[in-house]
């Protein structure tokens, strides 16, 4: 309900607007494709932020360095990864933040090494879908297939990504459709819909596809 989101989201920067309302008005314009905005939203979030939070901060630049990572931009992106884990060494959204910018740069043996500290401590469908993609790049097929069974008995929490990801490889397309749509009973979001969509089109329903 992005309508009430931007309502409520205004009220909370003219009620207080500090770190985590200029974060949350920030996620809220990248969502609306003002990433000028995003960005500049928060940069007045980090220079609202404190060193006695710093976590918050760290997650600002995580924030910023997605940013720069979508825009192409991995120098930018690891440099504020570097910010991050200053404040909070071995912050793990930082490491996944660094392994899709290490993949993006082409070092796919730096990604697969901090792919395989953050999924050691935080395990996340979509982190352990990456690197399973990853190892199958470099050959090790035991490794890639590992990890994907590791993704798909954590699935039931989070489907979308795996049903993106089985979508794209256009493997298992019955279980990719009931991941995707259980998806949708959860979060009916943007990217509930887009892998919804993405699905069918694999499946060659595409007026239902175009609907979604």
């Not at 901060?57 to 884990?85: F, H, K, N, P, S």
């Not at 190892?135 to 993704?151: E, I, K, M, N, P």
Request: charged residues 25%; hydrophobic residues 40%; negative net charge.
């Amino acid at each position: 309900d992005y309508a009430e989101a931007v309502t409520a989201y205004q009220t909370a920067l003219d009620l207080r607007p500090d770190l985590r309302s200029y974060n949350r008005a920030a996620h809220l314009r990248w969502l609306h494709g003002d990433v000028d905005g995003a960005r500049e939203a928060l940069e007045l979030a980090l220079d609202a932020g404190s060193p006695r939070d710093p976590e918050s901060m760290a997650w600002c630049y995580v924030d910023l360095g997605t940013i720069y990572l979508e825009q192409g931009d991995t120098q930018r992106a690891l440099a504020a990864v570097d910010r991050a884990d200053r404040l909070v060494p071995g912050y793990v959204p930082a490491l996944i933040l660094q392994a899709r910018a290490q993949a993006a740069a082409g070092d796919i043996a730096a990604a697969i090494a901090s792919y395989e500290v953050s999924t050691e401590r935080l395990p996340h469908v979509e982190d352990l879908l990456a690197l399973s993609e990853l190892y199958a790049r470099q050959g090790r097929s035991t490794d890639s297939a590992t990890r994907l069974d590791q993704a798909r008995r954590l699935a039931g929490g989070d489907p979308r990504p795996l049903a993106h990801h089985l979508a794209r490889h256009r493997l298992d397309l019955d279980e990719a459709l009931r991941l995707a749509e259980q998806e949708l009973t959860q979060r009916r979001n943007l990217a509930a819909l887009d892998t919804h969509a993405l699905v069918l089109i694999r499946r060659g329903e595409l007026d239902p596809a175009k609907a979604s």
